[in-house]
């Protein structure tokens, strides 16, 4: 693959992951109520990689072509949105300064990160539009290899922007309380409208 058609993927891609969603709100839960943000960011960062798969493998036209199939995965993703957001309003992260938090069960937090990306179906349709525009059909990689490397390109700046933003939460907010709170019940409201914008959206279509 050219270097070119790799960077401009990434200044695209790198575009759409600084765009805060319901991954940003995942992080910076994450950031304030666990030690570490790494095993939430490796569920969010395993639902982009299971996306990339999924296109790479040829699945995703024949999903997206699918109005029931592609109706269940939104319904299933926005009422997992809906669920996380409203447990993020009912009980807030307020970190305590010199206050170690429990770190929780790193399969849990990895599962909902995974819960929060793979069932994203905009996130999927954006993968399915997106990653076959950045391949060269007349290249000798096959076309599958090309999506996974741009994919790969991907996770890498979700990596890298997720962990910050995770961390940045916790490292400005963890001695303000009061803070904390108020940016841990705005991502949840986020995920709840999120949830709710995507659900009414397919039920018009």
Not at 105 to 133: D, E, H, M, V, Y
Request: charged share 10%; hydrophobic share 55%.
């Amino acid at each position: 693959m050219a270097f070119g058609t790799v960077a401009a993927f990434w200044a695209v891609s790198f575009l759409f992951v600084l765009t805060p969603g319901a991954d940003w709100a995942y992080a910076i839960s994450a950031g304030l109520r666990h030690r570490t943000v790494l095993p939430a960011v490796g569920g969010l960062l395993s639902g982009h990689l299971a996306a990339t798969a999924v296109v790479a493998a040829g699945v995703g036209a024949v999903v997206a072509g699918s109005p029931v199939v592609l109706t269940v995965l939104t319904v299933a993703g926005s009422a997992y949105l809906v669920w996380m957001g409203i447990g993020m309003l009912r009980s807030p992260a307020i970190p305590q300064a010199g206050e170690e938090q429990a770190s929780g069960s790193w399969f849990r937090q990895t599962l909902r990160g995974a819960g929060i990306s793979g069932l994203n179906p905009k996130l999927f349709l954006l993968f399915l539009a997106l990653l076959p525009q950045f391949t060269d059909p007349g290249a000798q990689w096959p076309m599958a290899g090309q999506i996974v490397v741009l994919g790969l390109v991907h996770v890498a700046s979700c990596a890298v922007v997720y962990t910050g933003v995770g961390a940045g939460a916790r490292i400005v907010l963890r001695t303000r309380p009061a803070a904390a709170r108020t940016v841990t019940r705005i991502s949840g409201a986020a995920m709840v409208v999120i949830g709710l914008f995507l659900l009414v959206e397919q039920l018009m279509h």
